[in-house]
């Protein structure tokens, strides 16, 4: 059932696209428009435009764009009525009635309070239950009191194949459903049994409060040693990060990043209410860029060990690429932060936090591991690899600071320092503009590859200039109409764009075609998206419409004759067919 028609253009006006934007990334004024880092993709340069006159969006790398709507589908990973209601609640609008029978969002509401009451039931077999007490002194042996179990919500999934099935067949959900939310998983003959059994739970809770998903710990016995759910309809592993739900609320502007689940809830427990994690997964740029809208400054608290320190140097990378300030702890004595809180207690750990190292430190010390700087070639090596890590710092302030220090270390001449690194740089930077242009140029070719396109160009390109034409014209439907129908497009998304259009320029008194996100994906807003923004600065006027008419007119023609053509008669008309081509 659509959404009034007012209903979406107050929304849309309550929420400029701008404001959104910003919440998520940094936005540079070019011109009339605003460029940013793309939030979808992995990128160096800026190749995102947000257009203000449109209120719109578009990547050149990726292919994303639309309206504030669905950048808010793509951003949160939400369905289209969500995306309304999330911007509903961001304006302090009151959502239509009508919003309420969407199915997405159905399946969604039924995976998150099959969560809520898998969470209750994980959390009552622990604190309740005689089957519980192996996860009971499991979370005494590693000291968490029972305010803190309760504050996170800790459970225990019983050594049963089907105890959690059982349980939550009998509140009314079918195996189809929990398989669905991952509580439960399929059997080769198509039985179904529980996904965590004689594990520790930690329940996954988002910034709304739902629960979205489950970490489960092994006690003993055989399997990995944590197991997380993989991605549901309410949850993305690599958009997520455990805590924050509680971080968020910390008056601290910088985030502690713990390695897992213990040591967040030990940091927590003492009193550290700015620490995270990632759910079994190294940092990806997603939860970087999360990070980054609630921190200016990430401690990064990892192991001491090695796949510690490891992960570590790609956390640096990550989280600079995402514009924070990045410290790293140098704990000493202990392997992690939950063994060193428990020996040397919080007021230590706090003195740690504050003397953290900048992750230039930490860069520069691993420069020198393995290496004997009283020798000649060592030392060479250890000025080849500083030389190659600054290069990479985008703060000349920094740069400079560093330079002269390891100039002085190690009794070099500052300005043949300065030289080599200058020399790098640029020669990364023109790497890097080359790279940049062929993955925009890839993507491009990628989205445009798709069969239809590539068996018919000219035609593709003529149904894109009428979608275009008709996008900014909207009141020459009629003329349109009359020289063409549906039937006529070749390609089937463009069809069905082009039916979308004219039924709501029929229906709406005010027609914007970004109005569409009811009927297409956000990703195919992207493709929608793309033609307008290629079609800007070129006049498609009513001399260039008719043109891409009668293409679409004479293909059709063409298309209707065929079939009564005799064998000879239609190897001409392939052979004519290619040239045109």
Known sequence: MALPENFIYELKQNNPIDSLVSSYTTLKRSGHNQVCLCPFHSEKSPSCTIYNDTQSFYCFGCGAGGDVITFAMKIENLSYIEAVKFLADRAGMQMPDEAKNNDSSRIKARILEINRVAARFFHDVLTKYPEGEKGRRYFRERQLTNATIVK?????????????????????????????????????????????????????????????????????????????????????????????????????????????????????????????????????????RLMKQYADEVIIAYDSDGPGQAATHKAINLLSDAGAVTKIIKMEGAKDPDEYIKKFGAMRFKQLIDRSDGALDFEIRKCAVGLDLETEQDKSTYLRRCVKMLAGISSPLDRELYISKIAKETDVSRETLAQQINGLIKKNINAAEKNSKQEIETFAALRRKNPESVAHPKEFKAEKGIIAYLAANPDGLKYIESRISPDCFVTDFNKRLYEKMTEKIKSESYYDIMSLQSEFSADEMGKITEIIVNSKGIDINRLALDDYIAILNEYKDRDDNVGDLSNDDFLQYVDKMKKLK
């Open 152 to 288: 996170y919500g800790l459970g225990y999934a019983p050594d049963d194949w089907h105890k959690l099935h059982y349980y939550m067949n009998s509140k009314g959900y079918s195996d189809e459903e929990l398989v669905i939310a991952n509580l439960c998983l399929r059997s080769r003959n198509g039985g179904v049994f529980d996904a965590f059994r004689d594990r520790v739970i930690f329940p996954i809770i988002d910034l709304r409060g739902n629960v979205t998903a489950f970490g489960g710990r092994i006690i003993d016995g055989s399997g990995p040693k944590y197991l997380n759910s993989s991605d549901t309809p309410v949850f993305k592993k690599s958009r997520s990060l455990f805590s924050l739900n509680f971080a968020k609320k910390s008056d601290e502007k910088r985030l502690i990043l713990a390695e897992g689940y213990m040591d967040v809830i030990s940091i927590n427990q003492a009193g550290f209410d700015n620490v995270v994690a990632t759910l079994g997964t190294a940092l990806t740029s997603e939860q970087a």
